[in-house]
């Protein structure tokens, strides 16, 4: 049997290796106002880039959501004009959108599209001129 402090720590560690993962824009930044095409670069913490397929642990491939919900933890991602799959491996894109007012979400899953969840997708928000 565990002992609660040991126990206690293992779940501190847990927690706070958790909290480290998380992914973010590089580019472009959250209200920035960009002509079209524009670059969206992305970036993961905590986990490594795979493409599709590959199950390792940590590891999983970005999505972009164009004006689309976050897809909920386990959800596998759709594939659609409002959901870009970068299944390679890619990190960046030249995105090609009309005027108008965007929200953008990158999603991480894994290597079966899964989405890992809330913990794991960013949204911002952009102006395409």
Sequence with gaps: MMKPLLAATLLTLSASALAQQSVS??????GA???SPFKVRFAVAGMSVKPAGDMSANTGHHHLLINAAPVKAGE???IDEKHI???????????TLPPGSYTLTMQFANGLHQAY???MNKEIRITVK
Aim: no cysteine; proline share 8%; aromatic share 8%.
């Design 25 to 30: 824009f590089v580019e472009p930044a959250n």
């Design 33 to 35: 106002t960009v002509g």
């Design 76 to 78: 596998v991602i759709p």
């Design 85 to 95: 799959h970068f299944g390679k491996g890619q990190t960046e894109t030249e995105l």
């Design 117 to 119: 969840g809330a913990g």
